[in-house]
C-alpha cells in the first residue's frame, strides 16, 4: 500500500477517493430506494388484500346478517410502545393464531406516526368494530391509545399493552438506530454509520438521548388529545394513569413479561392458549434483540434522573409495575419456585327460587 501512494500521484489518490466515496453515496442512495420501494410494495400488497376480502364480504350478503357467537365478537388492541419487547410479544400472537383461530392483524401507519387525523380514528373504529371477518382480531401497532366510545360505540375493544423501565427503552432505541437488530440485520437503520455511544450523547447534550425522549410511554396511554404529547404535562400523566386503570384489560411490563403472558393466557384463552409454553420453549421469543447496545454508566444514569420529565415517566412505570404486582399476586401462586395459575376462588350458593 505505501508503494502505491509513492507511485500514485497526489491528484489522482485524491480523485480516487472523490470516486469512492460518491460510488458509497450512490449505494446508500440505491439502498434507500429499494427500501422506500419495498414498503410501498408491501403497502400496496396489504390493500389488495383488504380489498379482496371485502369484496368478499360484499359478494356474501348474508354474512351482514350473521351474529357471531359471544366468544368471537371479541377484538384485542395491543398499541405497542416501541422498544417494550413488542415483537417478540406479537410473535407469539402470530404463532398461536392459526391454532386457536383468530386473526392478527398490524396497524401500519404512515412514517410509525402514533397519532391518527380525526378522518382515520373513524375508519379505524369502523373497521375494527364492523369488520366481523376479522373477529376474534388481534390488531397491534405502534398507535396511541383511542377512545371507542368518543365514536358512539357500545362493544369497545380489549387493550392489552406492555411497558419498560423509561431509561432501559431510550438506550435500546438510541443503539437501534444506529445498529438496528437481529430480527432484520440488513436493513438500514436512520443512524447508521453514528458510532457515538449513549454516553458520549448524554456528555455532549445531544438531543437523540435528551430527557425529553422518554416522554413517550405516558402519552402512548393518555391518547389523542394534545396534551397528551405536550412534553411534561402533569395532566397526560393523570389521564395515563386514568386509562391504565380503567380502559386496559392488562398492562405488563418487559422485566416481567413472562407472568404477563400466563395472566392473559389464564384470563384470555380465546387468543392466548398455549402462550406460556410457546414462550418457554418457542424460537421467536427473544427473537429481536438489539445490535452492540452498551449499557449506560451510572453517571450517565443519574444525569437523566435529574429531569422532571424522567421523574413523571418513571412514576408512570412505577404505577405500572404496582398494578401489574397487584394483579399477579391475586392470580398466581408460588411453588418450589415456579408460578401456578390459581383455579377458580369463587362459587353460586343459595340460589332461590328453587327449582322444581
Known amino acids: 500500500m505505501g508503494l502505491l501512494r509513492i507511485m500514485v500521484p497526489p491528484k489522482l489518490q485524491l480523485l480516487a ?20 420501494s419495498r414498503g410501498k410494495l408491501e403497502r400496496a400488497i396489504a390493500r389488495h388484500e383488504v380489498r379482496e376480502i371485502e369484496q368478499r364480504h360484499t359478494a356474501d350478503g348474508s354474512r351482514q346478517d350473521v351474529t357471531l ?14 422498544k417494550t419487547a413488542s415483537t417478540s410479544f406479537t410473535n407469539i400472537a402470530y404463532d398461536l393464531c392459526a391454532k386457536n383461530k383468530y386473526h392478527v392483524l398490524h396497524i401500519n401507519t404512515t412514517k410509525n406516526n ?30 396511541s391509545y383511542l377512545d371507542f366510545a368518543k365514536f358512539g360505540v357500545k362493544k369497545k375493544p380489549i387493550y392489552i399493552n406492555v411497558i419498560r423501565d423509561p431509561i432501559e427503552r431510550l438506550v435500546s432505541y438510541y443503539y437501534f438506530l444506529r445498529f438496528g437488530d437481529d430480527y432484520r440485520p440488513g436493513l438500514r437503520r436512520r443512524k447508521q454509520g453514528d458510532k457515538k455511544t449513549f ?10 438521548c435528551a430527557p425529553e425522549k422518554l416522554w413517550l410511554q ?6 389523542h388529545s394534545s396534551e397528551c404529547w405536550n412534553v411534561g404535562s ?7 394513569k386514568y386509562n391504565l386503570i380503567n380502559e386496559y384489560f392488562l398492562v405488563g411490563v418487559t422485566e416481567e413479561l413472562e407472568d404477563f403472558i400466563m395472566l392473559l393466557e389464564a384470563a384470555l384463552p380465546r387468543f ?9 420453549t418457542g424460537k421467536k421469543s427473544h427473537l429481536r434483540k438489539t445490535t452492540e447496545k452498551k449499557l449506560p454508566t451510572k ?25 401489574f404486582q397487584f394483579v399477579r399476586a391475586h392470580a398466581v401462586r408460588e411453588k418450589d419456585g415456579e408460578l401456578y395459575i390459581l383455579a377458580q376462588n369463587f362459587f353460586y350458593e343459595k340460589i332461590y327460587p328453587k327449582s322444581n
Open 69 to 82: 357467537d359471544e366468544e368471537d365478537d371479541v377484538v384485542i388492541i395491543y398499541n405497542r410502545v416501541p
Open 199 to 208: 454516553d458520549e450523547c448524554v456528555a455532549a447534550g445531544g438531543s437523540d
Open 218 to 223: 405516558i402519552p402512548f396511554f393518555c391518547g
Open 299 to 323: 453517571e450517565t444514569i443519574a444525569k437523566l434522573q435529574q429531569s422532571e420529565i424522567w421523574k413523571m415517566e418513571n412514576e408512570f412505570y412505577e404505577f405500572a409495575l404496582e398494578q
Open 234 to 240: 402533569r395532566w397526560a400523566l393523570e389521564q395515563a
Open 17 to 36: 477517493v472523490l470516486a469512492f466515496g460518491v460510488a458509497v453515496l450512490f449505494l446508500e442512495n440505491q439502498i434507500q430506494k429499494l427500501e422506500e
Open 114 to 143: 402514533p397519532v391518527m387525523s380525526l378522518q382515520d380514528q373513524v375508519r379505524f373504529v369502523k373497521n375494527v368494530t364492523s369488520w366481523k371477518e376479522m373477529k376474534p382480531g388481534f390488531y397491534h401497532g405502534h398507535v
Open 272 to 280: 392466548f392458549r398455549g402462550a406460556t409454553e410457546l414462550y418457554r
